[in-house]
């Protein structure tokens, strides 16, 4: 069953601490992507790559880490320097081959600063 | 940055009436891109309409671009209670290899 995973589902983060979400996807795709979703707001990007070992800032990097070491895992790290990372966090992939193409996204991951 | 503004933010419609958003954007672009999220949901690709190209249907859908005005609009025909979600445009800007979304458009159908 083809597709992207996020997990975990939810993920609480206290003062000062790192977290990293996970996306996985299994459909070969090269370039993925981690958005910020705020409530009743639209889709901020983060960060994203083109192809393994490479990535690129998005609108809103500062705070956040990536990294892309295999081509089907995108991880993304919020770091403490992230002040208000209470958020939903959406990973998407696409082939990244052309112009055009649809984004797949994976189910989300809400975080939650306690 | 949100390039694409939408309107209205929300829209309240019967079962069987139609549904417009709007969505507004700032730069050249490659392509533009709508979705639809039920709520606490990933995002599911619904159409892209290309700069080339005026008009796009698909099934219950039909979306225009006027890239003079920048600017797009997304009709849904007979519309359902299941189509209640949000919906967003997104535009692939010539400049990099990646959506810009907007703001999105929260419709709701009545059944």
């Known amino acids: 069953d083809g597709g992207i995973t996020q997990s975990p589902k939810y993920l609480f983060r206290k003062e000062g601490q790192n977290v990293t979400l996970s996306c996985e996807q299994n459909?070969?795709?090269?370039?993925m992507y981690w958005y910020r979703q705020d409530p009743g707001q639209g889709l901020r990007l983060i960060y994203y790559?083109?192809?393994?070992?490479?990535?690129q800032k998005g609108d809103i990097a500062e705070g956040y880490s990536v990294s892309r070491e295999k081509k089907e895992s995108f991880p993304l790290t919020v770091t403490s320097a992230q002040k208000n990372p209470t958020a939903f966090y959406l990973c998407?992939?696409?082939?990244?081959?052309?112009?055009?193409?649809?984004?797949?996204f994976g189910p989300g991951t809400r975080l939650l600063v306690l | 940055s949100q390039q694409g503004e939408e309107d209205p933010q929300a829209l309240s419609i019967q079962e069987g009436e139609n549904a417009t958003m709007n969505c507004s954007y700032k730069?050249?672009?490659?392509?533009l891109q709508w979705y639809r999220q039920n709520s606490g949901r990933g995002l599911v690709h619904l159409i892209l309409?290309?700069?080339?190209?005026r008009e796009k249907h698909s099934g219950r859908l039909r979306v225009t671009l006027d890239t003079s005005k920048k600017s797009s609009s997304l009709l849904i025909t007979a519309s359902r209670a299941a189509d209640t979600a949000s919906y967003f445009c997104?535009?692939?800007?010539?400049?990099?290899?990646?959506?810009?979304f907007g703001s999105g458009t929260r419709l709701q159908v009545q059944p």
């Open positions: 790559s083109q192809i393994v070992n490479d990535f």
């Open positions: 997104a535009t692939e800007d010539t400049g990099r290899r990646a959506l810009t």
């Open positions: 730069t050249s672009i490659n392509n």
């Open positions: 309409i290309r700069s080339n190209e």
């Open positions: 459909l070969n795709h090269d370039a």
């Open positions: 998407a992939s696409t082939s990244g081959t052309s112009l055009g193409e649809t984004q797949y």
